[in-house]
C-alpha cells in the first residue's frame, strides 16, 4: 500500500510471478510521481517470498532507509522507498486460509485434499474429520460453532487491521519528522560550510597583509576573526596577533626615525631606531640605518667647514651642535669628537678674551690645536719651546720635524707610506686631519684608489673594499670609491650565499667565503654579522 506521494492509500496487489513498478502507465504498478522513474523497480516472486530490485532508477530505491541495488528479500511491514513515494509491503499469509494444496498444521502432508467435515449419528450430530482411513475423528476444535469462528476471526483482523493503521501513521509521522531533521541538518552543514568559507577568507585577507608588512591592518582582521570564531585557526591567529603586537610598535618607531632623517635629527633618528625589535622587518631597518649613517657623513662634511671659522661663536656652536648630533649615531667617532673639543675651546676663548692662549699644564694642546690649523712652523716652535717640561711637547717635536720631512718627496712614497703618513697628521691633529695634510690625501687616494681597481679586477673583493674604504676615509666625497664599496656590498652578499650553500658539505670552504664577507662588510652591516655567527656556529662543530 502506497504511504506518502501522489497515490498515497491505494492499494496494489502482487499478481503473478514480478510486477514492475514505475511512473509509465503500462507498467503493473504504475506510480504518477515525477521523482520515481518510468521503469523504477522490480518486485519478484522467489522460492521464499517476494523481493524488490532497483531498475536503475534516477533517485534510486531505498528498503527501511537503506539503499539498495541487488535483489533483496521483502518481510512482511518493510516499506519500500521510491523517490517521494513510500510503499509498506503486507506480507501473504496475513489472516487469509491457508491454501489446501500446501502443508499447514492440520495438514501435514500438503499433497492430499483434506476430506471436509461430516455429522453422524455416533457422535450425537457434532462434527468429525475423517483420519483418512474411513474412521472419524471427534475434536474439541471441530466441535466449534462455524459462526462462533467466524466471528471470532473477524475480530482478530480488524485488531490487527487497526494495529496497522496506527503503526502506519506512526510510520508517517515519523517520516515526516524524520524528513524536518534532514532538511535542518542539511541547512546547518551549508550554514557551517559558509561560515568556514567566510572564516577562511578572511584569514587569507589577514595573512596578505602580514606579508605586505601592514601589521595594523591585519591585527584588524585577526581580531575580527576571534569575535566571529574563537576556534578557527586558534594557534595560528593568536601567533600572528602576538607579532603584530610586537611590530606595530616598531613600525611607528621606523616611521618616526625616518621622520628625524629627514629632518636631519640624527640623535632623535638613532634614538628611535635603537628600540627597533623586529623580526620581520630587518630590511627596512638596515635601509634606515643606511640612510643614518650617510647622514653623518654629510655632517660630518659641514662639520669639517665649520672649522675656518674659529673666531665666529655661532659657527663654533653650530660646530658642537653637528658634532654633539653625530656622536649620538657614531659613539665611538674620534674626529667628531675632537672637533667637539675644537668647538668647545673656541666658544670658551671667544667668551673669555682675557684668558692666556694655552694653560700652563697642557702647552701640547695649543701645539696640536695650531697643526690642525695648517700652522706647521708655530706648531713646531710651541712643541720645542716645551719640550723641556713636558714629554707630550717633545713627541710633537719629533712627529711634526717627521711629517714636514716626507711631505717635501710625496711622489717618491708608496702608498703604505702615504696611509702611514696621514695617519700620524691626524695623531698630531688630535685625531682628525689637519689642513697641511690636503696634498698627503691627494696622493694617497689616486695611489689606492688605483690598487683598489686592481683588485677589484683580479675578484680579490676583499682587498679592494679595503683600499675603498680607506680612499673614501680619506676623501668622503670620492664617487669612485662609493660605487666600489657600493659594488663590494653586493659581492658580499653573493659571497655568503655560497658559503651558506657549502655550510654542510664543505665547512672550511663555507668558513673561508663568511670570514671574506666579514672583511668586505663593515661590524654593523647586517651580511656582516650572519657571517661572524656562522663562522662561529662551524667553528664549533
Partial sequence: ???????????????????????????????????????????????????????????????????????????????????????????????????????????????????????????????ERSTGRGRPVRTSR?????????????????????????????????????????????????????????????????????????????????????????????????????????????????????????????????????????????????????????????KMGEARALLAFASDLAKMEELKRLCEDILLVRVDDREASELKKTAESAIYKIKNPAVAEARPDTPWLEVSARFKNGDSSGALSLAQACANKFAQCRTFEANIKDFEAKSKRLEELNENDLIALYDLDKKIAGGTSSELSRPVRTQMVSKLFVKASQAKTTGNWPRAIELARKVQQADPGHVGAQALINEGRTQAREAYLRGYQLRETSPEEAIKLFKDVMSMTPADDETHQKAKSRVTELQRQ
Fill in 1 to 127: 500500500m502506497a504511504q506518502t506521494g501522489p497515490a498515497s492509500g491505494q492499494e496494489f496487489a502482487l499478481e503473478g510471478d514480478e510486477l514492475v513498478i514505475g511512473r509509465a502507465a503500462d507498467n503493473p504498478v504504475s506510480i504518477p510521481d515525477t521523482s520515481v522513474s518510468r521503469k523504477h523497480a522490480l518486485v519478484r516472486k522467489t522460492a521464499d517470498g517476494w523481493a524488490v530490485s532497483d531498475l536503475g532508477s534516477g533517485n534510486g530505491t531505498m528498503l527501511n532507509g537503506e539503499a539498495i541495488a541487488d535483489e533483496t528479500p521483502l518481510s512482511d511491514g518493510d516499506v519500500i522507498t521510491l523517490g517521494d513515494t513510500e510503499l509498506r509491503y503486507a506480507g501473504a499469509g496475513g489472516g487469509a486460509a491457508a491454501d489446501p494444496g500446501e502443508a499447514t498444521a492440520e495438514n501435514p502432508a500438503g499433497s492430499a485434499r483434506a476430506r471436509p467435515p461430516v455429522r453422524t449419528a455416533r457422535t450425537g450430530g457434532a462434527i
Fill in 142 to 298: 471441530m466441535a466449534e460453532d462455524p459462526e462462533e469462528a467466524k466471528k471470532k476471526r473477524r475480530k482478530i483482523f480488524l485488531g490487527v487491521g487497526g494495529s496497522l493503521v496506527v503503526i502506519m501513521a506512526l510510520l508517517v509521522g515519523w517520516k515526516a519528522i524524520d524528513n524536518k531533521r534532514a532538511i535542518a541538518r542539511a541547512a546547518e552543514r551549508r550554514a557551517g560550510q559558509e561560515h568556514q568559507a567566510a572564516m577562511a577568507d578572511l584569514f587569507k585577507e589577514a595573512k596578505t597583509l602580514v606579508r605586505q608588512g601592514k601589521w595594523a591592518e591585519a591585527k584588524t582582521k585577526l581580531e575580527e576573526i576571534q569575535t566571529e570564531d574563537a576556534e578557527y585557526e586558534t594557534r595560528q591567529v593568536e601567533n600572528y596577533i602576538k607579532i603584530a603586537d610586537t611590530e606595530i610598535p616598531n613600525q611607528a618607531l621606523l616611521a618616526a626615525a625616518n621622520d628625524a632623517i629627514a629632518k636631519g635629527e640624527l640623535g632623535k633618528a638613532a634614538e628611535a631606531l635603537g628600540k627597533v625589535k623586529t623580526t620581520t622587518q630587518e630590511a627596512a631597518v638596515a635601509s634606515a640605518k643606511e640612510t643614518l649613517e650617510a647622514k653623518a657623513t654629510d
